[in-house]
């Protein structure tokens, strides 16, 4: 069974970057869409970015468009979140997971512990 464990986070201030991290191990996740969600405190966990298994499709959350970046590397079996201009309410455990599709689809498997990012005003 596949076990994709996130990584990266860490306290940021307003407008700096972060990359985070998501590797699979068990087997390998380069046939597989993958996506990027958030949970912030007292709120529903959202979707953020996904990409698609060629790497060729992404898409984004409106919140995050021009932001942030989704990109793999199946030789490293991971998916990785590029985040620049960060802002406050960028604030939120970040998970990764399957996606069911590249536009929107839903996420699936178990969830992992998932990385703490904070952006200080």
């Known amino acids: 069974q596949v076990q994709l464990v996130e990584s990266g986070g860490g306290l940021v201030q307003a407008g700096g970057s972060l990359r985070l991290s998501c590797a699979g191990s068990?087997?390998?996740?380069?046939?597989?869409?993958m996506g990027w969600f958030r949970q912030a405190p007292g709120k529903e966990r959202e979707f953020v970015a996904s990409i698609d298994w060629s790497g060729r499709r992404t898409n984004y959350a409106d919140y995050v468009q021009g932001r942030f970046t989704i990109s793999r590397d199946d030789a490293k079996n991971t998916v990785y979140l590029q985040m620049n201009s960060l802002k406050p309410e960028d604030t939120a455990v970040y998970y990764c997971?399957?996606?069911?599709?590249?536009?929107?689809?839903?996420?699936?498997?178990?969830w992992g512990q998932g990385t703490q990012v904070t952006v200080s005003s």
């Open positions: 997971n399957f996606v069911t599709a590249v536009d929107r689809g839903a996420p699936f498997g178990s």
């Open positions: 068990g087997r390998s996740i380069s046939t597989s869409q």
